[in-house]
């Protein structure tokens, strides 16, 4: 007897010291009950009736922007579609007369170009204040000759740029067989995807006309700017990327000869890979880029737009990854229904509600629904495991990632699904194992995918290109191995911790590869190490703290800026943000610093922050598909974590736990 009123004594002072925080904080303790109340109201009110939780994927304009011009391409222009489009992309341009990649930052020349063209296509007055302003940004910046080898791509199709100015992307380069040290297979699978498209339109060289006034001569500051490339060699003459700008000047030469003898069979080949990796939705990959290259591949290949392919493919961009309003159109870069949904279910058991709650065990239903068992990509390296995974879309079955995975399978471990799961989580389990890299670490989407050579190729200057292992990915797949049961001893464990040692950065802090930035990565890995039995007194564990009180934010809150992909000095640096701040707790709260002021300030600021109907405002963008070159507002983040991270300050203070639906304090 006299143990257990020592146990209600310590966890009764250990609430009272808490509150005392909370009050310090200027929050009344009530306050946080009723914050988690709202915020899982308001989650809950967001659910589709089919049990999945999704929302807006935002991106820059070149989503908009592109599809105006795919459509002027394929013959499908669509008027006040059309209007709408140029409305989106107007209410975008920022101050300076450019468009950022992310909200509040500086205007991007590809971007801005790529805008400015699709604008002058859909009938702006060229002479308008808007196109006044983003022509002058664009020569202030070197002209378009400074865009990306992407958007001179799309200036390509419209008789814009000339085609042979482009690096050679012969479509042989698909029959290079896997032992090559330069094949399809060694490009990430979203550069895969799109480069197979690609490898067509380069072949075929099509150019579709434009409206009259809608060329862009002005953009160019010399006449030649439209008929050459900026590369430049590098000092070492012997260097891959010398050898690589020699190789491109001899597959020009080549491509002037009429003899093509395997030019058929390339286009065979690219043509039924195009074909066979469209998925049910009518995407490829799940993601825009390859989706709209692929179409205009295939018109380049004779089909018309009535065939079913073509006409499946349209109808999804039309429907599945459409946002339009009365004023407005653009399409999204991707969707997130799974990725949402595991986090949302996660986010909702922790702000306490139930595991057998009915709107969270259909959740559970619909993820086990969307389990992939057929054969990817990833078998090319793969090829001796049986499939079993998730992805991030309604529909990607060629690319189930770990990333999804290993959250899927935190989430469905916190419900109450009676059994239900029918052998996914061993089948994930394995598929996850033989899916982590010689390093230790796990990507996304592939193993081992890590040849830098490839990024050396004269064309491949649009973004990642590679799929490599991240500390985030990493540390979400080592959090569920060990919440599966996985011991200290498992060698896929202590290969994961060895890649996270090494990774840790000099001032304490992880790099976040798919979430802005150093926050988010130690938001992903101080929980994964707590879970893996790491103590909060580790040096390592306790520099990581300290960077985190060293960049919160006056009011409370944690923020950073997609800039400190740039600029490394900015990391830990920008506005609070509700996503950061909550990721910034769930890594102090791993490392059992619930009762500090750092954490009851971060607390305070969620609370004091959510709005009236329980969410949080958030228009900056706080997650990453390509850094530097390409950001994503989640609009659900701003829901989600922090419930998450609230729920379990709540929880640790009353000493709590949820990992096991059996053994649930909420039920």
Known sequence: MSSLADDRTTAAETVAAADALLREARLPAGDLDEALRRGAAHLLSMQAAEGYWWAELESNVTMAAEHLLLERFLGISHAERQQKICRYILDKQGADGGWPVYYGGPGDISVTVEAYFALKVGGVDPQSPAIT?????????????????????????????DWEALPAMPPEAILLPERSPVNIYEFASWARATMVA??????????????????????????????????????????????FLATDRLLKLAE??????????????????????????????????????????????????????????????????????????????????IWDTALAVTGLREAGVPADEPSLVRAGQ????????????????????????????????????????????????????????????????????????????????????????????????????????????????????????????????????????????RDGSWFGRWGVNYVYGLGAVLPALAAAGIRPSHRRMRRAVQWLERHQNADGGWGESCASYDDPSLRGQGPSTASQTAWALLALLAANRADSRAVARGVAYLVSTQQA???????????????????????????YWPLWALGRYRRLRLGQTIHRPGDDPWS
């Open 198 to 243: 690609i490898l067509v339109i380069w072949s075929k060289k099509p150019v579709a006309s434009v409206p009259a006034g809608a060329a862009i001569d002005e953009l160019y500051l010399r006449e030649e700017d439209r008929r050459e490339l900026d590369l430049r060699r590098e000092r070492n003459p012997f260097s891959w990327r010398n050898v």
């Open 256 to 337: 002037r000869s009429p003899w093509k003898p395997l030019r058929k069979r390339a286009l065979r080949t690219c043509e039924a890979w195009i074909v066979d990796h469209q998925e049910e939705d009518g995407s490829w990959g799940g993601i825009q880029p390859p989706w709209v290259y692929s179409l205009i591949a295939l018109k380049c290949l004779g089909y018309a737009n009535d065939h079913p392919v073509m006409r499946k493919g349209v109808d999804g961009l039309l429907t599945e990854f459409a946002l339009e309003t009365e004023e407005t159109f653009t399409v999204q870069p991707c969707l997130s229904p």
């Open 366 to 505: 619909w993820l086990l629904d969307k389990e992939i068992r057929a054969r990817g990509d990833w078998c090319v390296k793969v090829k001796d495991t049986p499939p079993g995974g998730w992805a991030f879309e309604f529909f990607n079955d060629k690319y189930p990632d770990t990333d999804d995975t290993a959250e899927v399978l935190i989430a469905l471990r916190l419900l109450n699904l009676s059994g239900r799961g029918g052998g996914a989580e061993q089948r994930a389990r394995r598929w996850l194992l033989a899916m982590q890299s010689r390093n230790g670490g796990w990507a996304a989407f592939d193993v081992d995918n890590t040849k830098r050579l490839v990024t050396r190729i004269a064309f491949c200057d649009f973004g990642a290109t590679l799929d490599p292992p991240s500390e985030d990915v990493t540390a979400h797949v080592l959090e569920w191995l060990m919440l599966g049961g996985a011991g200290s001893g498992d060698p896929a464990v202590r290969r994961a911790l060895r890649y996270l040692w090494r990774t840790q950065e």
């Open 133 to 161: 302003r983003a022509r002058d940004f664009v020569r202030a910046h070197g002209g378009a000759r400074r865009a990306r080898i992407f958007t001179k791509i799309w200036l390509a199709l419209f008789g814009q740029f």
């Open 613 to 639: 109907d329980g969410h949080w405002e958030e228009p900056e963008f706080t997650g990453t598909g390509f850094p530097r070159d390409f950001m994503l507002n989640y609009h659900l983040y701003r829901d």
